[in-house]
């Protein structure tokens, strides 16, 4: 239930306030798969997409490269005017939200936010497994931080999580391979290994939000009746509650329903892809990022 009065003095302070866009990173394309879903859920606001295309893939990088990067990205959405930023990247989520948030944040302007893509997504489990047992598949950085097993662990201690690095699915996606033959050969890899690994496996986490954009070659190698969760419409659901529980944040937001794109490669080729999976013409500005 929200407070009204606390709506009233939101609505007051915002005369005060410029508004800006809900920023979205992603160390490349990956983050397309959520800002789509965002602005399904949310149409009404205003996003501000920073793919930093040209040092992707971030998932084998070590965590202070992971970190840096991450924060360098969340600043740049920052000078933008975003009031809060979301990292729709589960290896930027992993490594780097937790210290930003703590220790980086309340230096910058502790009245922004940044938010991740991981709890959003281990919240729901227990409405979609029956078994009990969740395979993640994400980047190596992700899997080596466990985050998904702490973070299922205190919400569902019953629940076992069995994890599979798909070190190259990233990169098959960054480099347009991934309706390619190639692709089936590393995707069929993977998922293997990773039915290997716990066989009651009934529930897979596409942990990373490359992966979505591999979901053809996934459904076709994965065990059938597997429940395949993507994240896209979880974060999106999330941040809806979020917006909603916080009006603070709410009114600082612009709504005109606009979407610009930056990336820190070449902005003609990632128009090419990301218009590919947005459906929509994407006319994307250069951002350098360092
Ligand atoms: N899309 C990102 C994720 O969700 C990162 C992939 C990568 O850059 O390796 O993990």
């Not at 070590?62 to 990292?87: D, H, N, Q, W």
């Not at 948030?101 to 922004?112: S, Y």
């Not at 992966?211 to 190698?221: A, E, S, V």
């Amino acid at each position: 239930m929200i407070d009204t009065d606390t709506y009233a003095m939101a609505e007051a302070d915002a005369s005060a306030i410029s508004l800006g866009p809900i920023g979205v990173f992603d160390s490349g394309y990956g983050g397309l798969t959520i800002l789509r879903e965002l602005r399904k859920t949310l149409p009404e606001y205003d996003y501000l997409y920073l793919g930093d295309n040209a040092r992707a893939p971030y998932g084998s990088r070590s965590f202070e490269v992971i970190y840096r990067y991450t924060l360098e990205a969340v600043k740049e959405l920052f000078a933008r005017g975003c009031p809060l930023v979301i990292l729709a990247c589960n290896t930027a989520s992993a490594k780097a939200l937790r210290s930003i948030q703590q220790r980086d944040l309340p230096g910058i302007d502790p009245t922004r936010r940044v938010l991740g893509v991981i709890r959003p997504t281990v919240e729901v489990l227990d409405n979609v497994t029956e078994s009990g047992h969740i395979g993640v598949l994400g980047t190596p950085g992700t899997v080596a931080s466990e985050s998904y097993v702490i973070e299922t662990g205190k919400l569902f201690p019953g629940m076992s999580v069995a994890q599979q690095a798909c070190p190259l699915w990233a990169a098959i996606v960054e480099s347009s391979e991934a309706d390619g033959d190639g692709a089936d050969y590393f995707v069929k890899k993977n998922i293997d290994a990773l039915m290997a690994k716990d066989p009651e496996i009934d529930t897979f986490v596409l942990a990373c939000t490359h992966y979505p954009l591999l979901m053809d070659k996934i459904r076709k190698y994965a065990p059938q009746g597997i429940r395949i969760l993507e994240q896209g419409q979880l974060v999106a659901e999330s941040l809806k509650d979020y917006l909603h529980r916080h009006p603070e944040m709410e009114i600082r937001l612009a709504k005109g329903g606009d979407v610009e794109y930056l990336t820190s490669e070449n902005p003609e080729k990632f128009d090419a892809l990301a218009s590919m999976f947005t459906h929509d013409g994407v006319a994307s500005k250069h951002c350098a990022l360092d």
